[in-house]
């Protein structure tokens, strides 16, 4: 599998798949028991991988902000880790809270009493604001409602027309669909198939993503 600089591959499999494993793989969280991985140049936990890994923005699934700090605390606690001075902190900040799309009165609150759409945005934002080479996005839409859903995507459309090259897990086939410039098909750890959106219709005979996939993996005959 590969993934080309300035676009967004989306890996689609089912539960236990291997998905996750392969996010995990990618940002050095796990050792590959075969084979050769490189992202952005280096092998994860390599030499180099110390510098490359600033260049990487991960939003794991499961991810929360913390719920007694308010939405900019959050945002400003996650820049600390990015910025090499305050000032540049607080520009992160403010461009993260632009990126979110959330009022300032509902930053100005605690993020525990948040919508999953809102953590979901004020998570997505700390993820990018410090303008990642690589966004890697597990499940970014998974339980939201139809607006932030939408401006999710919207948010990875605009990133990517600036040059971020997205890796994203989703089972909501018809929502990436419109951002997805490649998909990857996985089924019992192996890709199935690999191309853009167009190839995996044309390829499984299929009207949309999602009919691709569940050809793909033998759920529909």
């Known amino acids: 599998m590969s993934v080309r600089e300035g ?7 089912l539960n236990g798949a291997g998905k996750s494993t392969t996010v995990r793989v990618l940002l050095g969280l796990l050792k590959p028991e075969g084979g050769t991985v490189r992202v952005l140049g280096v092998e994860p936990g390599g ?10 923005g991960y939003l794991p699934e499961d991810a929360q902000p913390y719920a007694r700090l ?5 945002l400003l606690f996650f820049a600390r880790l990015y910025a090499s001075s305050e000032d540049e902190a607080r520009e992160m900040v403010e461009r993260a ?13 605690r993020a525990g009493g948040y919508s999953k759409g809102m953590k979901r945005r004020l998570l997505l934002a700390a993820t990018l604001m410090h303008r990642p080479r690589l966004a890697v996005l597990d499940e970014p839409t998974s339980g939201v409602d139809v607006v932030s859903s939408f401006r999710i995507r919207r948010l990875i459309a605009s990133l990517r027309g600036a040059g971020t090259t997205f890796i ?27 191309g853009s959106v167009g190839e995996a219709l044309d390829r499984f005979s299929a009207s949309s993503l999602e009919e691709a996939f569940v050809r793909a993996v033998g759920g529909l005959a």
């Open 70 to 74: 308010t939405g900019y605390e959050n």
């Open 7 to 13: 676009e967004v591959l989306v890996l689609a499999g």
């Open 168 to 194: 994203i897990t989703s089972h909501e086939l018809r929502g990436v669909e419109e951002v997805a410039d490649r998909v990857a098909f996985i089924h019992e750890g192996r890709v199935v198939f690999e």
């Open 97 to 109: 809270a632009d990126m979110s799309g959330l009022p300032r009165e509902a930053l100005s609150r």
């Open 47 to 56: 030499r180099g991988w110390d510098v490359a890994k600033r260049f990487i």
